[in-house]
C-alpha cells in the first residue's frame, strides 16, 4: 500500500518535471545543432554560439533588456517595499481600501490595457510639460516598474503580516527611532522577501514584450521584441544559443540565491536558540 | 548710442537662437523603424560612415504594430516602411510628410511601372518611394506534387483553387496565408472577376468558392509555412515570394531531399509593395530625405536585393543584382506576367467588416 502510493508519487513528479523541462532540454540540444532548421538534427555544432557573439543586434538588445531590468528591479523594490509597508503595518488609515485596490489592480489589469494607458499617458505628457521627451529607455523602465512594483508590494505584505510584531515593539520599547527600527530590525527580516521580490521584478522586465512594444522608442528594441520580430521568419538556432546562455545564468543564479537565503535562515534560527538558551 | 547697443544685443541674441535652432534641426541623427531582416547587413554601417548621421535601427513584425506607433503620434521615427494598402490608410489619416523630391537626385532610378502600380495607393507618388515588392502565389514541394499527382498544373491557381485537384493534396498539406485581402484578390482573379471589387456580389462569390476549397485546407497562417515547407511537413502554400524563397533555401540547406519551388500563377497574382515614407512629425526629416536618397544609389539597393532576395523598384540597379537573384523569375518575373499582377488596393470599411466576417466563417469552415 506504502510502495504503491509511493510509486505513484514518484511517477506523477516525473512526469511533472519533464513537462516543464523537456522543452528546454530540447531548446539547449537544439542550439549546438548544425542546420539552420531549428527541428531538423544535422549534426554537433557550437557554430551559433559564435554567430550570436556577432550579432551585434541581439547583443544590444540583451544588454538593453538586462539594463532595464536591473533599474525597474531596485525602483520596484524600493517603491513596492514603501507600499507593502503601509499596508501591513499602518493599521486602519484613510484610503487603505483603495490603496489596496490601487496596489493589486497591475496584477490583474490585461497587459494591453495598460500598455495602451500608458502609452498615450506618455504621449499626453510629452505635448503637456514636454517630459518624457519621445518614448524610449526612460518610458519602458516607468511601464516595467509601474506592474513590478505591484508584485513586490504583494511579496513584502504577505511576509511582513506573518513577522511578529512585538520585536518591533521591544526595539521601539528600547528608545530605537522608528527609522531605525526599520533599517535595523524589520529589513533584515523581511530580506528574504525583499530578494525574490528584486528577481520576480528582473525576471518580470527581461521578460515583457507587450507593454515594451507600445510604450518603445526609436533605439529601444528590448530582447523580447526582437526576438519577437525575428520569428516571423522562423526562429534561428542564434535564438537558442542565446536562450541556453540565458538558462545557464540564471541556473547558476538562483542556485547562488538559494544557498545565500538557506545560509541565512540557518543563522537565524541558530541565533534564536542561542538567545532562548540566554534567556533561561 | 545706448538705443544702438541694445538693438545690436537684441539682434545678437536672435541671431545666436536662430543658429542654434537650426543647429538642432541638424542633429546627426536618424531614427529607422523597418521590418526584420529586411535590409543587407553593411547597408546601415555603409549610410553611417558615408554622412556621419548616427542611425536608431529598429525593427518589427506587422503592419500592425507600425500602424499602431503612427497612430499613437510622435513616433519619433523618421523613416517607416508599411506595406502599400496599410500606407495608403495612413496617407488618408494625414501620418505622412510630402516628399521633397529636389532633394531626391537618384528619384529617377524608380522603375517607372512600379511607380505607376505604387500611385494606385499613393496618388501622384508624393509620400513615399517603393522600397521592395514582391508577389503573392504559391511555394510547393516539387517531389510530393509530381508523386500525388504527375502532371499537376503547377504553373496555375487551379493547384489550389480547383475544388478537385487540391482535393488530392488534402493528407500531403495545403495551408493558405492568414490575409483576407490578398486571398480574395487572388480568388477574384482566378474566378475572373474584378481583383479589387468592392462588390457585395464578389464577395459571396468567394466565399462560397472557399467553402468548397476550405475542407482540403490545413491552416491558415502568415509565417509558420516557411519551416513547414523546408521540412516536408506541407505540399502546398499560398505565401509572399520571398519568404517561400526562403522555404526553398531552407530545404536546400537542410539537405533531407526536400525541394521547393514558388510559382507566380498565370492567371495573374497579387503584387504588392514595401514602400518607404517619412511620417509628418518626423524629428529629422533631413537626414530622412538624404537616407531615402542612399537607398535609391542602384548599388546599395541592389546590395539589400542580394541578401534579402525581394525584388528592388530601382531600374538602374538590376544590372548589379546577382544573377541567382535577377533571372529567378519567381523574384523578377518577366514583363509578360509582370503585366497580369494586380495591386491589393484598400477596401471601404463598411466591405472590410463584411470580408473580416465572412473570413471568419471561412476558417472556421461554417
Redesign the interface.
Known amino acids: 500500500m506504502n510502495k504503491n502510493r509511493s510509486m505513484f508519487l514518484i511517477s506523477g513528479l516525473a512526469f511533472g518535471f519533464a513537462f516543464l523541462y523537456i522543452p528546454i532540454l530540447s531548446l539547449i540540444i537544439f542550439s549546438f545543432n548544425e542546420?539552420?532548421?531549428?527541428?531538423?538534427w544535422?549534426g554537433f555544432s557550437t557554430k551559433w554560439y559564435g554567430e550570436l557573439l556577432r550579432n551585434e543586434?541581439i547583443l544590444d538588445a540583451a544588454w538593453l533588456s538586462i539594463r532595464i531590468a536591473v533599474i525597474n528591479a531596485c525602483f520596484a523594490v524600493a517603491l513596492g517595499t514603501l507600499a507593502g509597508f503601509a499596508l501591513a503595518r499602518l493599521g486602519r488609515f484613510r484610503g487603505r481600501t483603495l490603496l489596496t485596490g490601487m496596489v493589486t489592480a497591475p496584477l490583474v489589469m490585461p497587459e494591453v490595457i495598460t500598455g495602451l494607458s500608458l502609452?498615450?499617458l506618455f504621449?499626453a505628457m510629452?505635448?503637456l510639460i514636454g517630459w518624457p521627451a519621445?518614448?524610449?529607455v526612460t518610458t519602458i523602465t516607468i511601464a516595467h516598474i509601474t506592474f513590478s512594483m505591484a508584485y513586490v508590494a504583494i511579496i513584502i505584505q504577505s511576509r511582513l503580516s506573518s513577522v511578529d510584531e512585538s520585536v518591533e515593539e521591544a526595539a521601539l520599547d528600547l528608545g530605537a527611532r522608528p527609522a531605525k527600527v526599520f533599517f535595523l530590525i524589520t529589513l533584515p527580516i523581511i530580506a528574504p522577501a525583499l530578494i525574490s521580490g528584486w528577481l520576480l521584478s528582473f525576471t518580470m522586465s527581461l521578460d515583457d514584450l507587450v507593454i515594451a512594444?507600445?510604450v518603445?522608442?526609436?533605439?529601444?528594441?528590448t530582447l523580447p521584441?526582437?526576438v519577437?520580430?525575428?520569428?516571423?521568419?522562423?526562429v534561428s538556432p542564434e535564438i537558442n544559443a542565446l536562450a541556453t546562455i540565458i538558462v545557464l545564468l540564471v541556473a547558476v543564479g538562483i542556485t547562488i540565491a538559494g544557498i545565500t537565503l538557506n545560509r541565512q535562515e540557518k543563522r537565524r534560527q541558530r541565533d534564536m536558540q542561542m538567545a532562548v538558551a540566554a534567556n533561561e | 548710442m545706448q538705443k544702438s547697443l541694445k538693438t545690436t544685443l537684441v539682434a545678437a541674441a536672435v541671431g545666436a537662437l536662430l543658429a542654434t535652432s537650426v543647429s538642432a534641426e541638424e542633429e546627426k541623427v536618424l531614427?529607422v523603424?523597418n521590418?526584420?531582416?529586411y535590409i543587407a547587413e553593411d547597408t546601415i554601417a555603409n549610410f553611417e560612415k558615408e554622412t556621419g548621421i548616427k542611425v536608431?535601427?529598429?525593427?518589427?513584425?506587422?503592419n500592425e504594430?507600425l500602424e499602431?506607433k503612427l497612430l499613437?503620434?510622435?513616433?519619433?521615427?523618421d523613416i517607416v516602411v508599411p506595406s502599400g494598402s496599410f500606407m495608403e490608410r495612413q496617407i488618408q489619416a494625414g501620418i505622412f510628410r510630402k516628399l521633397d523630391k529636389d532633394k531626391l537626385k537618384n528619384y529617377g532610378n524608380l522603375d517607372k511601372t512600379i511607380l505607376e502600380g505604387v500611385s494606385l495607393h499613393d496618388p501622384g507618388n508624393e509620400h513615399a518611394i517603393p522600397y521592395m515588392w514582391g508577389t503573392t502565389g504559391f511555394g510547393y514541394n516539387v517531389k510530393k506534387v509530381e508523386e500525388i499527382m504527375p502532371g499537376a498544373p503547377v504553373d496555375s491557381w487551379d493547384l489550389m483553387f480547383n475544388p478537385d485537384v487540391v482535393a488530392k493534396f488534402k493528407d500531403c498539406g495545403v495551408t493558405f496565408l492568414d490575409a483576407p485581402t490578398e486571398a480574395l484578390s487572388n480568388v477574384l482573379g482566378y474566378l475572373g472577376r474584378d481583383p479589387n471589387s468592392n462588390e457585395k456580389e464578389d464577395l459571396a462569390a468567394f466565399e462560397e468558392h472557399m467553402l468548397k476549397i476550405r475542407p482540403y485546407i490545413k491552416y491558415f497562417h502568415s509565417?509558420q509555412n516557411?519551416?513547414d515547407l523546408?521540412?516536408g511537413e506541407i505540399c502546398v502554400a499560398m505565401g509572399w515570394s520571398g519568404?517561400m524563397l526562403?522555404a526553398r533555401d531552407?530545404a536546400d540547406?537542410?539537405?533531407?531531399g526536400v525541394e521547393i519551388a514558388y510559382t507566380i500563377p498565370k492567371e495573374g497574382a497579387v503584387i504588392w509593395f514595401d514602400m518607404m515614407a517619412i511620417p509628418s512629425d518626423a524629428?529629422h526629416p533631413e537626414n530622412a530625405h538624404k537616407f531615402l536618397d542612399y537607398i535609391m544609389e542602384p548599388q546599395v539597393v541592389a546590395d539589400i536585393s542580394n541578401y534579402v532576395f525581394y525584388a528592388n523598384a530601382n531600374t538602374a540597379a538590376t544590372e548589379y543584382v546577382e544573377g541567382e537573384v535577377k533571372e529567378d523569375p519567381g523574384i523578377y518575373p518577366s514583363d509578360e506576367v509582370k503585366a497580369k499582377l494586380f495591386p491589393d488596393l484598400a477596401e471601404d470599411p463598411k466591405f472590410t467588416r463584411q470580408l473580416t466576417r465572412s473570413w471568419t466563417r471561412i476558417k472556421t469552415g461554417q
Open positions: 542546420s539552420k532548421l531549428v527541428t531538423v544535422a543586434q502609452l498615450l504621449v510629452q505635448d519621445g518614448r524610449g512594444s507600445f518603445s522608442g526609436p533605439g529601444s528594441s521584441m526582437v519577437f520580430s525575428k520569428v516571423r521568419l522562423g | 531614427n523603424y521590418w526584420s531582416d536608431n535601427y529598429d525593427v518589427f513584425d506587422s504594430v499602431a499613437a503620434g510622435g513616433s519619433g521615427y509565417s516557411i519551416n523546408a521540412n519568404d526562403i531552407r540547406e537542410a539537405e533531407q524629428p
